[in-house]
Nanobody, 123 residues
Framework: QVQLAESGGGLVQPGGSLRLSCAAS????????VAWFRQAPGKEREGVSC?????HYVDPVKGRFTVSRDNVQNKVYLQMNSLKPEDTAVYYC???????????????????WGQGTQVTVSA
């Protein structure tokens, strides 16, 4: 069974850190680009980061978020530091439809999605 599952979300104070995990079953993540998206209430889903052979980030998270792979565990991680209230959202991982290379953050370009994990940054 092909599945993606995120974990690691929660409530954190501004300036705090969380590490999100994206675990795959039924297929090897190493063969695909993997992106992180987020969706805040009332807003469209937006891309945050993508990893193929190298990590990629959107400007609002550069220097604060780090994406990485663990090919043995078949997981991708998103380390989030210096969190801000505007980072509050449901975070999703997604696998690229067209293979290994990150090609941007159009949701249609990703065909396998996890169920999402809530991240809330609040004092």
């Amino acid at each position: 069974q092909v599945q993606l599952a995120e974990s690691g979300g929660g409530l954190v104070q501004p300036g705090g850190s969380l590490r999100l995990s994206c675990a795959a079953s039924g297929f090897p993540l190493v063969e695909f680009s993997v992106a992180w998206f987020r969706q805040a209430p009332g807003k469209e889903r937006e891309g945050v980061s993508c990893i193929d052979g190298t990590p990629h980030y959107v400007d609002p998270v550069k220097g604060r978020f780090t994406v990485s792979r663990d090919n043995v565990q078949n997981k991708v991680y998103l380390q989030m530091n210096s969190l801000k209230p505007e980072d509050t959202a449901v975070y999703y991982c997604a696998v690229g439809r067209f293979g290994y290379h990150c090609s941007g953050y159009v949701p249609y370009d990703y065909d396998r999605w996890g169920q999402g994990t809530q991240v809330t940054v609040s004092a």
